[in-house]
């Protein structure tokens, strides 16, 4: 089966770090691109962060600029997002998804995992 499947949110408080983690089973990731989006209650869904397959390229939302970042771990086939500095409104359920190649390719996002709730709060 197919799957990605994101780990690692939880409660932090305002400043804290968490590392989230997109494990694929039933594929390599070695030739897809991966993406971090996030949705809060009542908000559209917006990309966070993403890395393409062969060059790594990468992308951040200025919102998470110089306080996350993606890094790929083939061997374990999983994309790891660190969030430092994390603010309350990070607050928002992070979920992964994958298309071939680079991350602004025409392919879709697909494969969309269930998503890794992240709540910054006091």
């Known amino acids: 089966q197919v799957q990605l499947v994101e780990d690692g949110g939880g409660l932090v408080r305002p400043g804290g770090s968490l590392r989230l983690s997109c494990e694929a089973s039933?594929?390599?990731?070695?030739?897809?691109?991966i993406g971090w989006f996030r949705q809060a209650p009542g908000k559209a869904r917006e990309g966070v962060s993403s890395?393409?397959?062969?060059?790594?390229?990468?992308y951040y939302a200025d919102s998470v600029k110089g306080r996350f970042t993606i890094i790929r771990d083939n061997g374990k086939n999983t994309v790891f997002l660190q969030m430092n500095d994390l603010k309350p409104e990070d607050t928002a359920l992070y979920s992964c998804?994958?298309?071939?190649?680079?991350?602004?390719?025409?392919?879709?996002?697909?494969?969309w995992g269930q998503g890794t709730q992240v709540t910054v709060s006091a």
């Open positions: 039933g594929f390599r990731l070695d030739n897809y691109a």
């Open positions: 998804a994958a298309k071939y190649g680079r991350f602004d390719s025409e392919y879709r996002w697909d494969n």
């Open positions: 890395i393409s397959a062969t060059d790594t390229s990468t």
